[in-house]
């Protein structure tokens, strides 16, 4: 896995942000809507786990 900047994490952070930011724009009565909103949200979960794994790298200390 790649090592991360100072950058690398701003940009995934914007990411979960703006992928969670929409999901509560939806209007959550329409089932349309809805069904966007949940597939946002387990977009932002996987990232988070993805940025989780790239974080909690063999020999990484947590300070």
Known sequence: MPNLSMLDMG???RSL???LAAALEMNWSKDDESDI???LIDMA???C???RQQVDLPGVKNV
């Open 11 to 13: 940009d995934k952070f």
């Open 17 to 19: 942000e703006v992928l």
């Open 37 to 39: 909103a949940v597939e």
């Open 45 to 47: 979960l996987q990232r």
């Open 49 to 51: 786990r993805d940025l």
